[in-house]
């Protein structure tokens, strides 16, 4: 049983660690606390809902289309509205508040407020012993662990992602030393938010999709982030497995509806403790 | 030099005081013709909505405008206003002015609670925090049907007044009230300094201002008249439900507020009435509000911050 946790805890990580990173990301290097994290998790399940049921395409192909349509919504965004409010941490969250919920009502004004069902882009499971693995959970682990090793890599290696990381640490001479640092705010904006809406897309299949679906997400998403340090990937990765198995084993011993509540409860506990994380710095 | 000052002030105290008064006559004949002269039962009802969340969105404000602290959860200290005046209503039968009196505690003991760990997280990490506090209260009153009544919440708490009017005049008078007090605590030291740290955290502390001491101090004033306000409007509607916790009533306060004009206290009661009034007569757009009240908040971020009562105060300087 305790294996089936472990197991299953894992598979759940992955997405957790994935929508962890898109806000890790955004608020390491843009400095921003983006509640509209939640919004594109929800936008990315129903964009690929669209792909899926609106065409008849190959899901993986619907999967790639999202990523895309995600990034050029999120840098959009960003060069539209976000980009003004850069001064004030304050009006920004409310900004951001404002933004997820307009778009949460637009999502329900467009695709209905009914719960939707995405089918599965793998039939099946795969059985180990005792332990079951549904191949979309296993599809979906594995997608979310490439995504994180392809962001890695662009961050480590790529001529941009060099230019991310150092407008990460060194925010005011990287402007001087040439980075386009208005560019490069928009591709980290886009790049968190594709990080959301595949994590929510990968979700999704496995659950229901609905409009408010976010918002849960958005939560856990700052916890992880919080647990594993602002502005710290690597922390934001493992805190996202961690509570992918804290998750599991609260629901064994918890009724569902309470399930949530420990993630919040973690969150207040960790910020009155510790709010720098386990690897973070202190960013604010 | 000393003592002409000082008589000066007096003076103008006094003054002030006479104006004062003044205006709550004024105001007292106003609300006490409106009922009569509109007959409608119905903008009354609306009025007392507007009230309520005038009150709430008053206590927001103190935070947000004048200290600087971004608070997600105005919900938490309404809502167990709300709460604590059900459940004691339910099972202790309680004396409806006792029910407010303790509402107003709930939210006082819940305001230090909540303000404690305010002085030691910055900006984002507490606007999580109450986030995550108001989300947790929220699972809680869903989550335990048997203690909170569920979905449903609990309901048949009688009124504290009874009769429309005399609820718009108890609701007026109570953001009066409010309005007054908070206007002289302004004026005095006290609320100079809590000015200053929104104007400059670190400056006032080097100023020798116990910034933790003046935070927690309008985090308690705030959570007070949210918590009145909460138990009030349990007394008013006769029930209390989960909505009370929620995000749309935590983004509607913020959406009167930001509008209203933050930072001044009369802002929050005119976005109050102006979209309490909207809301019930542009019914067409039900559906669409929170859509709409989003959008207004992005306009007003993107083109004026001050909102409204900023925005009329350029025009003046102007």
């Known amino acids: ?284 | 030099m000393e003592k002409h000052t000082l008589a000066k002030n007096e003076i103008m105290a006094t003054g002030s005081i006479l104006l004062v008064l003044i205006y709550v006559v004024f105001f007292t004949l106003f609300i006490i013709i409106f009922p009569i002269i509109c007959n409608n039962k119905f903008l009354l009802h609306i009025a007392i909505l507007a009230n309520i969340f005038a009150l709430v969105a008053i206590s927001w404000d103190l935070l947000f405008g004048f200290v600087g602290i971004l608070n997600l959860a105005p919900a938490v200290f309404y809502g167990a206003g709300a709460y604590t005046v059900g459940f004691l209503t339910k099972y202790c039968h309680i004396h409806p002015i006792g029910g407010l009196i303790i509402a107003g505690c709930v939210g006082l003991l819940l305001s230090l609670l909540l303000g404690l760990p305010s002085l030691r997280l910055r900006g984002a990490y507490y606007a999580m925090a109450t986030l995550a506090f108001s989300a947790v209260l929220n699972t809680l009153a869903l989550g335990m049907p048997n203690i909170t009544g569920g979905e449903e919440g609990i309901i048949g708490i009688p009124s504290l007044i009874s009769g429309t009017e005399w609820n718009f005049y108890f609701s007026s008078y109570l953001v009066l009230t409010c309005v007054l007090a908070l206007k002289y605590m302004l004026s005095t030291k006290y609320g100079k300094k809590l000015t200053s740290i929104r104007e400059d955290e670190i400056l006032s502390q080097a100023a020798g201002i116990d910034t933790s001491k003046y935070k927690v101090i309008a985090s308690t004033i705030g959570g007070v008249i949210a918590g009145l306000a909460g138990g009030y409007s349990c007394y008013y509607f006769n029930n209390v439900a989960p909505e009370v916790f929620s995000i749309a009533f935590t983004f509607s306060i913020i959406t009167i507020t930001v509008t209203g004009g933050i930072g001044t206290i009369i802002g929050p009661v005119i976005g109050s009435y102006l979209l309490t009034f909207a809301n019930e007569n542009l019914y067409i757009i039900g559906q669409y509000r929170l859509l709409v009240y989003s959008g207004i908040i992005i306009f007003v971020i993107l083109f004026s911050p001050t909102g409204i009562i900023g925005a009329v105060k350029k025009l003046k300087r102007n």
């Open chain 1, 1 to 284: 049983m305790l294996l089936q946790i472990l197991v299953s805890g894992f598979l759940l990580g992955g997405i957790y660690a994935l929508m962890a990173s898109g806000l890790s990301l955004i608020l390491g290097v843009m400095r921003i606390v983006n509640l509209t994290h939640g919004l594109f998790f929800t936008l990315g399940a129903y964009i690929l809902f669209s792909f899926i049921i609106g065409t008849n395409v190959n899901p993986f192909i619907g999967m790639f289309f999202t990523i895309i349509v995600l990034f050029l919504i999120g840098s959009f965004l960003e060069w539209l509205i976000i980009k003004r409010i850069k001064y004030s941490e304050i009006n920004m969250m409310v900004l951001t508040l404002a933004l997820a919920i307009a778009g949460e009502e637009f999502i329900r004004i467009t695709w209905g407020p009914k719960y939707l069902h995405i089918p599965p882009l793998i039939e099946g499971e795969i059985r180990l012993g005792h332990i079951y693995m549904p191949n979309q959970r296993i599809l979906a682990c594995f997608i979310g662990l490439f995504m994180l090793f392809l962001l890695m890599f662009f961050l480590k290696k790529s001529k941009t992602g060099k230019a991310i990381r150092m407008v990460q640490q060194i925010p005011e001479t990287a402007a001087l030393m040439g980075i386009n640092v208005r560019a490069i705010s928009m591709v980290v904006f886009g790049l968190g938010v594709v990080l959301a809406g595949a994590a929510g897309s990968l979700w999704a299949p496995m659950y229901i999709t609905y409009p408010a679906m976010g918002w849960t997400p958005l939560l856990i998403s700052f916890a992880i982030v919080i647990l594993g340090g602002m502005g710290s990937l690597g922390g934001s990765i493992l805190g996202g497995f961690l509570f992918g198995f804290a998750t599991l084993l609260t629901s064994m011993y918890l009724s569902s509806g309470l399930v949530n509540v420990i993630p919040f409860i973690t969150l207040f506990i960790v910020l009155l403790i510790r709010p720098s994380g386990f690897f973070g710095k202190d960013i604010f």
